[in-house]
């Protein structure tokens, strides 16, 4: 089935289908690859402006179906994170395998919580972990809605809701909160629930790169006390271009309490390969990997803090003061849609500024008066 737009409005043209639960993963991307598959999977190389722009995702929302958006990622990873070498490559802490045993990693539970995500932003996210996640590094993809108003998510009778739509998909399960109580809170909600003891937190509107997973559960299941996570690149919300580098592999933090991408230093001037994992102060917090125990047992997230802001930088500063450590991965890409202004979910002010201040007052003792 098909949904044309009115060609005087913004042009959209967009396919969708279901897939049968039996068969699995491997059926899921055989039906919906590019050759036979029902779902959308391109846009128009000469339209990606008209076809593609961040309007279709609000336009979208009102449709009477969900519709699936699955664009082709760019690799952009250094040479060094292709090749198939069996040598570990290794310097001081950092150690990486450029070819991974998949028999010997662990599976990890995927979550994502959402409040008010729009259809095709959160189809396509959960395409593209599908698609380019192995078999058998996914153990489940955790879906948190944090009390969310679209009828597209709440609305559980309707044939295309959210719930009947993820009953369609493998290894997908859906939990909800009935108001809307905030990212870290929901998060610990999926966290709690997971079955794996590796976890990976996404944001609702990304598109994983390739063989993505493979570096950040690597880590973690050498190291459980590290949090790991991957080089960000950015999708434009007008245009959905994809954007190299929108947030780099070693990020500080400002004083005004939030983190700071830097510009990175010339491969001349690394003191280690190019595709070797990296210490980093500071962390965004729409994707990483950590292991459940060490994570919950050094207190989870701080569900003290209200809606959302400032929470990856209270998770960093007590990773490196309580003894772990926080680390990127240049061979795994996500790539993140950043929205602003109008586009971005409302969020109360003091919501904000209060989660700033308990940061401050909690983890940077004297220094805490220089911040702002």
Request: hydrophobic share 40%; charged share 20%.
């Amino acid at each position: 089935m098909k949904i044309h737009q009115d060609e005087t409005s913004e042009a959209l043209c967009f396919s969708f289908g279901v897939v049968s639960e039996e068969g699995g993963l491997n059926q899921f991307r055989k039906a919906t690859s590019r050759e036979e598959g029902p779902y959308y999977t391109g846009c128009s190389e000469n339209a990606v402006t008209s076809l593609c722009s961040f309007a279709s995702f609000k336009q979208l929302n009102n449709l009477p179906n969900p519709v699936s958006i699955s664009l082709e990622a760019p690799d952009w990873r250094v040479p060094e994170c292709k090749h198939q070498a069996s040598v570990p490559i290794a310097y001081d802490f950092a150690l990486r395998l450029a070819k991974y045993d998949l028999t010997l990693l662990p599976a990890a539970s995927i979550i994502i919580a959402f409040y008010n995500e729009y259809p095709t932003a959160l189809h396509r996210t959960l395409h593209s972990i599908l698609h380019r996640t192995p078999l058998q590094l996914l153990e489940e993809i955790i879906l948190v809605d944090d009390g969310s108003t679209f009828p597209f998510i709440t609305d559980d009778n309707a044939p295309q809701s959210l719930s009947q739509y993820v009953k369609t998909l493998p290894k997908v399960r859906l939990l909800r909160h009935q108001t809307r109580k905030g990212v870290t809170v929901a998060r610990s909600t999926g966290i709690w629930a997971a079955k794996s003891h590796v976890f990976v937190i996404l944001d609702s509107h990304v598109e994983v790169g390739y063989q993505w997973l493979e570096p950040l559960v690597a880590r973690v299941a050498s190291n459980p006390e590290t949090i790991v996570f991957p080089v960000v690149d950015a999708v434009d919300y007008r245009t959905l271009e994809f954007k190299s580098s929108g947030v780099g592999c070693t990020l500080g933090l400002i004083w005004s309490v939030m983190e700071h991408g830097f510009v990175p230093l010339s491969p001349e001037r690394l003191a280690y390969s190019p595709g070797a994992y990296r210490p980093s102060p500071t962390m965004m917090g729409s994707v990483f990997a950590a292991d459940k125990n060490y994570f919950l047992q050094h207190g989870g997230y701080d569900e003290g803090m209200r809606f959302e802001g400032a929470e990856n930088i209270e998770l960093s500063l007590r990773q490196w003061q309580c003894g772990g450590r926080l680390e990127c991965s240049p061979c795994s890409r996500v790539f993140h849609l950043f929205r602003s202004g109008a586009d971005a979910q409302p969020v109360p002010l003091y919501s904000l500024l209060a989660n700033k201040v308990r940061t401050m007052a909690v983890w940077m003792d004297e220094y805490g008066d220089l911040a702002w």
